[in-house]
């Protein structure tokens, strides 16, 4: 059985982009890259030419990647996702027990995870111990810098990218 990915409509947007941005301009580039290296002459000792080589292997390995990703994507409107529960999708506001700071993270697939940007993989620590908590419970998170406490606070729909 294959393991389907969950990715919100924005994130399998970006996915996307990237892969056309590799498949129609990249690839092409880097093609054109080791001709010219190649024109160089001997290939032995040719830094350019090797260079471009690897690169053109990284470039066909995202590719690869990226469509087994897409392939697998289970696409999830979040604008669309029930708010009862903390799932896949949701904006959720915790307040830390300790400190009484408020923080609101959007529940997202690890591809699109961003702390900076305000979502957190449903598959990181702090994700997984939200994941079916309602408003009012509390959650129990092992964090790098230990066991820390929240209260989920709100749950709403929405996107916070």
Do not use: W
Request: aromatic share 2%.
């Amino acid at each position: 059985m294959v393991e389907r990915i969950p990715m919100s409509l924005t994130g399998n947007k970006q996915l996307r982009n990237e892969l056309d941005q590799l498949e129609r301009v990249e690839r092409h580039e880097i093609v054109k890259a080791i001709e010219v290296a190649r024109e160089h002459g001997d290939l032995k000792e040719n830094a350019e030419y090797h260079a471009a080589k690897e690169r053109q292997g990284m470039i066909e390995g995202r590719i690869m990647e990226l469509k087994d990703k897409l392939g697998r994507a289970e696409v999830i409107d979040c604008s669309q996702v029930p708010i009862e529960r903390a799932i896949f999708g949701t904006v959720i506001t915790l307040m830390d027990m300790e400190t009484d700071e408020e923080m609101t993270y959007q529940l997202l697939g690890p591809e699109e995870a961003d702390v900076k940007k305000g979502s957190i993989s449903v598959l990181s620590p702090l994700g997984r111990s939200m994941l079916g908590k309602e408003v009012g419970d509390e959650v129990i998170a092992k964090t790098p810098g230990g066991v820390r406490e929240f209260e989920v606070v709100d749950i709403a729909v929405g996107t916070i990218q």
